[in-house]
């Protein structure tokens, strides 16, 4: 008799073929899925808004997006921000990315202490202390140095064709539970929570900590646009250019739980003035109508900082990833790395026996 043989399709699918499920396209799903699909793994990611759209509740198509040093974070969160550095310094090199290098000049209402953004000094390139005579008097300090700032409206999309050359797939889905994924794809044993705001209404995770922040921008539409210029104190300011599309962004405001879509015209007049406050000669005090747009997104905010951690749920794992809030830009590419690491653990798990 000869050797009895097993049907192929009984076989099971070896683990690192099957494929990582990601719940959420906005930048930190999609950084996720194109660094785990640069390192070899399938996958799919499934989302109610995908790269492209424009929707309010679609924070990554409105984010201010430029890398700024943190405050207050960890060590570990620090270099989560490096990382994304590195990855998008080398991104700057290719214009379809919307990754620019800009100057920038940051004026310092108070000293900076131990757990201020000072730590960006061994980040960003050209970074010194600027002279008393080079900024306004009423600033205690001021520094100059380069740093990235990203077009949401170029690197969006860009990421979403990197996504699907490397073989990744995204469905349309709005989903109500984490369950949902697993009914979807029962072979999957990692799964990436990256919804964001989503994380609050998901039945089988109901995170309270999540809640929605309003953003409110003005877009002026200017060729001065090379220099971001950032007030950091009570005076919370910031003027970020837009080189690809000629203009500067000016912010900001942050509203908790409110969701309206409806321009707040004392916001503009508002954000304009402190932007010529800061920047007089890029932002006019009284800029024509026509040269002016507005920016409103909501940001998937939660108390205490995000969430970046693994669970194994019996034969799965599930890997939590979001409440970034406006910081989304500024740690993508090292949370996604850090979510790459999570999955080679589990992967390591399962194939070492």
């Known amino acids: 008799m000869g050797e009895s043989r097993q049907a192929p399709s009984a076989f099971p699918v070896p683990f ?32 109610e808004f995908l790269p492209g759209d424009q929707d309010i509740y679609y924070a990554s198509a409105w984010a201010g997006a430029v890398w700024h040093a943190a405050a207050g974070i960890t060590p570990d969160q620090r270099y989560l921000q490096a ?88 469905i349309r889905q709005r989903v109500g539970a984490l369950q949902e994924l697993y009914d979807m794809f029962p072979d999957s044993r990692v799964f990436i929570n990256a919804s964001g705001l989503g994380s609050k209404t998901l039945a089988d995770v109901q995170d309270d900590l999540c809640f929605p922040e309003r953003g409110q921008n ?6 001065q646009c090379n220099t971001m210029y950032f007030r950091n104190g009570q005076e919370y300011t910031y003027v970020i250019p837009r080189p690809f599309s000629q203009g500067v962004v000016l912010g900001g405001v942050k509203q908790q739980d409110n969701l309206s879509p409806v321009v707040d015209l004392d916001i503009t007049r508002d954000e304009i003035a402190r932007a010529h406050r800061l920047a007089p000669e890029i932002v006019p005090a009284h800029p024509p109508e026509d040269a002016i747009s507005h920016i409103i997104g909501i940001r998937p905010s939660r108390k205490g900082g995000f969430r970046l951690d693994s669970q194994s749920q019996g034969s799965r794992t599930l890997l939590s990833a979001y409440g970034f809030g406006g910081g989304g830009y500024a740690f993508s590419y090292g949370i996604a790395d850090a979510l790459v690491k999570m999955v080679e653990r589990t992967e390591r798990e399962h194939v070492i026996l």
């Not at 930190?28 to 070899?40: F, S, T």
């Not at 600027?130 to 009423?138: A, L, V």
Request: glycine share 8%; net charge neutral; with cysteine.
């Open 83 to 170: 990382v994304t550095h590195r990855v998008m310094l080398r991104m700057a090199q290719d214009p379809d990315s919307g990754v620019s290098i800009v100057d920038a000049r940051e004026y310092l209402e108070q000293e900076p202490t131990s757990t201020s953004s000072i730590w960006g000094n061994t980040v960003v390139s050209k970074f010194r202390e600027m002279r008393p005579e080079e900024y306004p008097s009423n600033f205690a300090c001021a520094w100059a140095y380069e740093t990235l700032v990203t077009d949401p409206t170029r690197h969006m999309p860009y990421l979403g064709r990197q996504i699907q050359a490397l073989g990744g797939r995204f």
């Open 16 to 47: 690192a073929q099957r494929p990582v499920i990601i719940l959420g396209a906005g930048i930190i799903g999609c950084a996720a899925a194109r660094q785990l699909l640069l390192q070899g793994f399938s996958v799919v990611l499934v989302a």
């Open 218 to 223: 003005v877009f002026l539409r200017t060729q």
